[in-house]
Structure formats: structure tokens, C-alpha cells
């Protein structure tokens, strides 16, 4: 993969943007504070759905209603993560395209989005009064996994990879 990643991360560094990203000291900073709280939107949504989902919390409001709630939440914060996490590459284009957990964190950060609106739709159809199925529960359960874990990739972009 780094033999088209290797040329992208060079037009990147020519890019008069990389520069300015790289030498404004505010501007990694400010952008990685700004990642942060994004992360902590998208994680615990996930969150309170799960709980929501196994019946442990929530329960005065139907799963459909939590999902609603959050929805667009997460889809904002997800569309701040990518600009932001944008931000960041143009900084220091070889610590993030070259590295391998970034390499990770990037298609799964796809995939657990999709997994997230293909289950997330599912909560409309339980009839109300029911709780999720066993599916539906793992789902929910497994999508919180993942951010956790994309978050943990994240994290250690820093320090291995
Ligand atoms: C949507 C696309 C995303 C892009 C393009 C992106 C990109 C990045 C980049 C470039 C970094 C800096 C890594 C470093 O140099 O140390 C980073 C850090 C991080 N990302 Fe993302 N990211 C995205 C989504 C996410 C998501 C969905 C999560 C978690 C739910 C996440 C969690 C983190 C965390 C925890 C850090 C470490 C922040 C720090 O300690 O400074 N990212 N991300």
C-alpha cells in the first residue's frame, strides 16, 4: 500500500498548505483538541445505545428514540473527525499515510460507520414494548467495541506503527 501512499505523502509535502498546518504552532493542537472532543461524542452515543440496547440504562426511552437522538450527533462529529484528522495528515503526511495502524484505523473507521447506520435503522422495527434481539444487542455492543478500539489505534499512531 505505501507504494501509492509513499507519492501522496510527497505532493502533500510540496502542497504550499502543509507549511503553513506545520508551522503555525496552534494549528496540531488545536485540531487534535478538536478531534478529541469529537471522539468523545461519537464514543459515548455508542455508548448509551449499548447500555440501551442490553436494557441496563435508558429504558424510559425506546432504542429507536436513543438512536434518533444520536444519530446526528455522530454523524457530524464523524464528518469533524475526517476534516480534523484532514488537518492533522497535512501536518506530518509520513506519520499518518506510512503508518500502519493508521492503515487500520482508516477502513475500519468505514466499516464500523456503515455497521453503525445499517444496525442503527434496524431499531425502528422493534415492535414497541420488546427489547432488541440477541443480534441487535451484539450489534450495539460490538459497534461500541469498535470505536474503542479505533479510538486505541488512534492514540498509538503516536507512539508505534
Ligand atoms: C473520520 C476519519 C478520521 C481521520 C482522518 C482521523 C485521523 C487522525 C489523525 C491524523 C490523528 C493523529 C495521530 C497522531 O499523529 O498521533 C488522529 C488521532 C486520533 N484519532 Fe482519529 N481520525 C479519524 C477518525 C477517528 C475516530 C472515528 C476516532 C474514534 C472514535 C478517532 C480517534 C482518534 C484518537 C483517540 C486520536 C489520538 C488523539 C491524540 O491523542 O492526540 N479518530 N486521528
Not at 505505501?2 to 505523502?9: C, D, M, Y
Not at 494549528?27 to 459515548?44: D, E
Not at 484532514?86 to 484505523?105: G, H, M, W, Y
Request: aromatic residues 10%.
Amino acid at each position: 500500500m505505501n507504494e501509492w501512499l509513499e507519492p501522496l505523502t510527497k505532493s502533500i509535502n510540496g502542497m504550499p498548505i502543509h507549511e503553513t498546518v506545520r508551522d503555525q504552532l496552534w494549528v496540531v493542537p488545536t485540531f487534535q483538541c478538536i478531534h478529541i472532543l469529537a471522539v468523545a461524542i461519537v464514543f459515548s452515543g455508542s455508548l448509551i445505545v449499548a447500555l440501551r440496547a442490553l436494557g441496563i440504562a435508558g429504558t424510559y426511552w425506546t432504542l429507536s428514540r436513543w438512536q434518533q437522538r444520536f444519530s446526528p450527533w455522530t454523524l457530524v462529529s464523524l464528518i469533524v473527525l475526517l476534516l480534523s484528522g484532514a488537518v492533522l495528515t497535512l501536518a506530518e503526511p509520513e506519520r499518518e499515510l506510512l503508518n500502519s495502524l493508521f492503515q487500520i484505523k482508516m477502513p475500519l473507521v468505514v466499516a464500523t460507520t456503515l455497521l453503525s447506520y445499517g444496525i442503527g435503522r434496524r431499531f425502528a422495527y422493534i415492535p414497541a414494548g420488546q427489547s432488541a434481539s440477541i443480534g441487535l444487542k451484539l450489534g450495539a455492543v460490538l459497534i461500541f467495541l469498535l470505536w474503542a478500539v479505533i479510538m486505541g489505534l488512534g492514540r498509538w499512531i503516536a507512539y508505534a506503527g
